[in-house]
């Protein structure tokens, strides 16, 4: 329906400036929405950027619970990523296209308005002056009439009205033409102004108006539509939470714990029965007990303090764990892990050494068939130093593989030795060497030689009168012997065992040349003699 019909002008101006400022209110609508996308794709950067680990990738866990919490962070960063695409074409699209299009209103309606002309003050002069004009004409007849039938009035009078009256019908008649001229013309731009200038500015207001609403419809729905377009990726990122949720493995888990904890050593056996009976005598001389013998190897008890001082001096220091640089202050599969890890990392550091090398050796052939483009021996140093990196990685390489082929290979040995123990009933105490063997106390390697009871007054550091031997053992594993109270020994050296362990993780040995020291129990195999007490085998 068109508006022309209508002649209320003021109300129509009134409805088309209301049209622009709902515009400009949905606009500022669309605005506060895009900065809400913004305020929240910004916070859920932060909360992921907050949860994600700051380790590296080695140092980070590899249970699938862990994983699959990192997947979904990294879809939800995703996420946050098509919140902030949102608002980015919410503000291009929408409200920058709203904003544009209600300045454009604005300009085009201050146009349409201004072209409304009011004709009233044109006709209204035309019309008085010629209503004056035909007053002073009607005015001039009556002074003639009046003068005409006066018998007293001169004929010069008489003329003289005569006169005025020609002259004001005169007037009047060119008024009335003008009156009748400017009224033609008046109706004539009056039909145009209301037939043809109004119902064009209507029609120009009403086309505006339903551009405005138009425009508004295509708004909303661009509106929507930026939303409908992240849709699809916002569903494949929830996909990839719902994914990384069903790839939470609980057996999975449990298997890297005990791959990340299993250190291959085999579980100890049974503890023999020893009795510390059979030595006992009963017989009526039983009375001496308690008197201290100065024969058999037994000292005197005022020597005491003299050999506790030995005793405290020989173990002063805590004896320090073997070099770390071979891992064998791992458990065994975990050094093997670790050994064959550190074999790969140099294979690979080899690998770019020999490309370097491949390159420079072609860019010197390069030189040498073109010497313009540079000096072949400037690159020789270069050359050097690479080929000396590749043969210091070849040896670190040759050095880890013995150390892998090793504790695969005593593990191995062991568990032989320790299937046929047990064959032999030997009821083993469960210490092995730290390449690879099981042992009570973890802790072993870190443990100081046994301290001296302060109450026990016996003869083992009796300098004048050495222990005797009450077995022997053959080394497993060399012994650098570096602390003091220690003593060095060689792989497969035999030595003669005068004290047991005491349960520390120390045995005190003595050499074929005299010299006496404490080795590490797990590092030898030791036979005791079958006379002497709590006789046992350890492996």
């Known amino acids: 329906q068109s508006w022309h019909t209508t002649d209320q002008f003021e109300n129509l101006d009134k409805h088309s400036q209301w049209g622009i400022d709902f515009l400009e209110r949905y606009a500022k609508f669309v605005k506060e ?22 380790r590296s990738k080695d140092d980070e866990p590899r249970f699938t619970s862990c994983l699959s919490f990192y997947s ?56 008085k002056k010629f209503e004056r004009e035909c007053k002073e004409a009607e005015k001039s007849q009556l002074i003639y009439e009046r003068l005409d039938n006066d018998i007293n009035a001169t004929k010069s009078e008489v003329e003289k009205a005569k006169s005025q009256l020609y002259l004001r019908q005169h007037m009047a008649e060119e008024s009335k033409n003008e009156y ?18 109004i119902p064009q500015i209507f029609k120009n207001l009403q086309d505006m108006d339903e551009r405005r609403t138009v425009k508004l419809g295509e708004m909303y729905r661009s509106f929507a539509e930026v939303e409908r377009r992240v849709i699809p990726i916002i569903s494949k990122c929830l996909e990839g939470m719902v994914t990384a949720a069903k790839n939470v493995d609980e057996h999975r888990d449990s298997g ?40 058999g190897g037994k000292a005197d008890p005022k020597h005491a303090v003299g050999r506790t001082k030995n005793k405290l001096w020989l173990f002063g220091k805590k004896p320090k764990a073997p070099t770390l640089e071979d891992l064998s202050h791992l458990p065994p599969e975990q050094r093997r892990k670790k050994l064959q890890q550190r074999i790969d990392e140099l294979n690979k550091e080899l690998q770019k050494e020999m490309d370097q090398r491949d390159a420079l050796n072609k860019m010197k052939d390069v030189y040498e068939k073109n010497p313009q483009m ?33 504790v695969e ?33 973890h802790s072993q390697e870190h443990r100081s030689p046994p301290q001296p009871d302060p109450h026990e007054f016996d003869d083992e550091f009796d300098d004048d009168d050495p222990l005797p031997a009450i077995g022997h053992c053959k080394a497993l594993y060399s012994f650098d012997g ?27 040995v003595r050499k074929q040349g005299g010299e006496e020291g404490y080795i590490p129990t797990s590092y030898v195999e030791i036979t005791l003699e079958k006379n002497s007490k709590g006789a046992v085998t350890y492996i």
Request: aromatic share 8%.
């Open 33 to 54: 929405r895009l900065e809400i996308e913004q305020t929240y794709a910004k916070q859920l950067r932060s909360l992921v950027k907050k949860y994600c680990p700051k």
């Open 409 to 441: 290979g005593k593990h191995g040995s062991r568990s032989e030795r320790r299937s046929s123990a047990d064959v032999n009933h030997h009821a083993p105490h469960g210490r092995e060497s730290p390449e690879g063997s099981y042992t009570d106390d």
């Open 482 to 508: 570096s602390n003091e109270g220690t003593l060095v020994m060689k792989e497969n050296e035999v030595l003669y065992v005068i004290e047991e362990d005491k349960g520390d993780g120390w045995t005190r």
């Open 72 to 127: 979904i962070l990294n879809e939800l960063n995703d996420y946050s990523g098509q919140r902030e695409v949102v608002a980015e074409e919410m503000g291009h699209k929408v409200y920058g296209e709203l904003m544009r299009y209600s300045q454009d209103l604005k300009a085009e309606r201050k146009h349409v308005t201004q072209q409304r002309v009011s004709f009233s003050v044109w006709i209204l002069q035309s019309k």
């Open 180 to 197: 009748a001229a400017q009224l033609q013309n008046f109706n004539s731009e009056q039909w145009k102004h209301f037939n043809v200038a």
């Open 256 to 295: 890297i714990v005990v791959e990340s904890f299993k250190s291959g050593f085999e579980p100890p056996g049974d503890f023999p029965f020893e009795d510390f009976s059979q030595n006992i005598q009963r017989t009526g001389s039983d009375g001496a007990i308690g008197t201290p013998k100065t024969e």
């Open 374 to 406: 540079g000096d072949p021996g400037s690159l020789q140093p270069k050359i050097s130093e690479t080929i000396c990196n590749m043969e210091k990685l070849r040896s670190e390489i040759h050095k880890n593989e013995s150390w892998l082929a090793e």
